[in-house]
């Protein structure tokens, strides 16, 4: 293979990046294109007035393979939460963690009457279970929905409603459970294994290093420039982009863009295209005392809305100026997305004081809401076998999206080093 052989890249998302940095990696000479100013695709930080807003309630899960193998998680300066959660409901909050992983609240959660002591059993036998499953044996197989999983595990409805409908509506942004119990096996098995936690300087830390990782191995990453189309060409012929009314011939292309513009540029009717998102707001109390949580989340037990309230700033103190208490809450369904702000902060406000009656939240001030209608493609059960093949366009253009994987950080990183897999064998 030649050392000028060029591979264009489409995207600067996660998966545009793992694929232009493994890409370069391998001696091609890579050019990635992204329209808008800045890396990281749906993964992206505000900061103002000393606030870190991230765009939407994004973690990274430490135990996800690909989040292992592509990033350098020590110099992401990791803030971490603690396990498990608190489960709100008005006058009322009880904490529920794993015991092996979080010793110090096992006597809350054993006296936590919100669930079961057999689906406290349960749920460690569970935890056994997808941690002793190979990579190879998620997402294969039959995929019932996660309610049905449960259920045939032999969970009570208490545990699912007040504990498991929260949190995975918080990772599934689906507080029905209807999405394929794969998800749920995955992120269970990857939240018995490690942590979940937001880099110090926002989520945005996470394509700034993968970018800067891909430029070290070679790859030009040149933002603001849009691609209008994509042609892959025969076997004899070089494939193109069209960047801003330029014709540019690669040897390959990798579509790392996000889903509906990659099935447009590529004609690839299996990528899906019908996602599910959430809005989510930001608040602050000045001189506030902190909410107590342990550096746990908060599970809305008694109603839907907010779904989850996050402690950020007791997670991670410098997402906000020193002496503020820093919070979000995440709302989930169209309702949400329809609703006016003031009238999801006045909903917020009313379930911190329900939650917390010696409280008062006169002093909850709204920074900021983000609307986020597409966060994920949707996932019931049966579609990760419909999702396309990295070489399912034609010509010499592959996908590089967790739309050929799963809706995740992993499945986007993954996607991306598969891609430059793909890349790499067929032109050498």
């Known amino acids: 293979m030649p050392d000028d052989t060029a591979v264009s890249v489409v995207g600067a998302g996660l998966a545009g990046l793992v694929a232009a940095r493994h890409l370069a990696g391998a001696g091609f000479d890579v050019t990635v294109y992204e329209e808008r100013e800045e890396v990281g695709g749906r993964v992206r930080t505000e900061r103002e007035d000393g606030y870190t807003f991230d765009r939407g309630f994004q973690v990274l899960f430490t135990a996800y393979p690909a989040v292992q193998r592509e990033l350098d998680l020590d110099a992401l300066n990791l803030r971490t939460f603690s396990p498990g959660a608190v489960?709100?409901?008005?006058?009322?909050?009880?904490?529920?963690?794993?015991?092996?992983?979080?010793?110090?609240?096992?006597?809350?959660?054993?006296?936590?009457?919100?669930?079961?002591?057999?689906?406290?059993?349960?749920?460690?036998?569970?935890?056994?279970?997808?941690?002793s499953r190979r990579e190879s044996e998620f997402f294969a197989g039959e995929e019932p929905s996660i309610r049905?999983?449960?259920?045939?595990?032999?969970?009570?409805?208490?545990?699912?409603?007040?504990?498991?409908?929260?949190?995975?509506?918080?990772?599934?942004?689906?507080?029905?459970?209807?999405?394929?119990?794969?998800?749920?096996?995955?992120?269970?098995?990857?939240?018995?294994?490690?942590?979940?936690?937001?880099?110090?300087?926002?989520?945005?830390?996470?394509?700034?290093?993968?970018?800067?990782?891909?430029?070290?191995?070679?790859?030009?990453?040149?933002?603001?420039?849009?691609?209008?189309?994509?042609?892959?060409?025969?076997?004899?012929?070089?494939?193109?982009?069209?960047?801003?009314?330029?014709?540019?011939?690669?040897?390959?292309?990798?579509?790392?863009?996000?889903?509906?513009?990659?099935?447009?540029?590529?004609?690839v009717e299996s990528i899906p295209t019908e996602g599910t998102g959430c809005v989510?707001?930001?608040?602050?109390?000045?001189?506030?005392?902190?909410?107590?949580?342990?550096?746990?989340?908060?599970?809305?037990?008694?109603?839907?809305?907010?779904?989850?309230?996050?402690?950020?700033?007791?997670?991670?103190?410098?997402?906000?100026?020193?002496?503020?208490?820093?919070?979000?809450?995440?709302?989930?369904?169209?309702?949400?997305q329809n609703a006016d702000e003031e009238t999801l902060f006045e909903r917020t406000r009313e379930e911190l004081s329900a939650w917390y009656p010696d409280r008062t939240f006169d002093g909850l001030r709204l920074l900021k809401t983000t609307r986020v209608p597409f966060a994920q493609f949707v996932q019931p059960p049966g579609i990760h076998e419909t999702l396309p093949d990295v070489d399912d366009p034609d010509g010499w253009v592959y996908l590089a999206g967790d739309y050929t994987e799963w809706s995740s950080i992993q499945g986007a990183m993954e996607s991306g080093r598969k891609a430059a897999r793909a890349v790499a064998e067929d032109l050498q």
């Open 87 to 131: 489960i709100a409901r008005p006058g009322k909050r009880s904490v529920l963690s794993d015991p092996l992983r979080d010793p110090g609240s096992l006597t809350e959660s054993l006296r936590n009457d919100e669930v079961t002591l057999w689906d406290k059993a349960r749920t460690l036998a569970l935890r056994q279970h997808v941690t």
């Open 148 to 267: 049905e999983y449960l259920e045939d595990w032999g969970f009570s409805d208490g545990y699912v409603e007040n504990f498991v409908a929260p949190f995975y509506g918080g990772i599934t942004l689906d507080r029905s459970l209807g999405t394929s119990k794969s998800v749920f096996e995955y992120t269970f098995r990857a939240l018995s294994r490690g942590r979940i936690g937001v880099p110090a300087a926002g989520m945005q830390a996470v394509p700034e290093q993968l970018a800067a990782k891909a430029r070290e191995a070679g790859a030009e990453i040149r933002l603001g420039e849009t691609v209008e189309a994509v042609e892959g060409a025969d076997e004899d012929e070089s494939a193109t982009v069209t960047v801003d009314g330029e014709e540019i011939d690669s040897e390959a292309v990798v579509v790392a863009a996000d889903p509906k513009a990659a099935r447009d540029l590529t004609g």
């Open 280 to 336: 989510t707001q930001y608040y602050a109390i000045r001189g506030g005392a902190s909410l107590g949580t342990d550096r746990k989340l908060l599970l809305n037990a008694g109603d839907a809305t907010p779904n989850t309230v996050v402690p950020l700033s007791e997670v991670a103190p410098e997402y906000a100026p020193e002496n503020t208490v820093f919070l979000n809450a995440t709302f989930l369904g169209r309702n949400a």
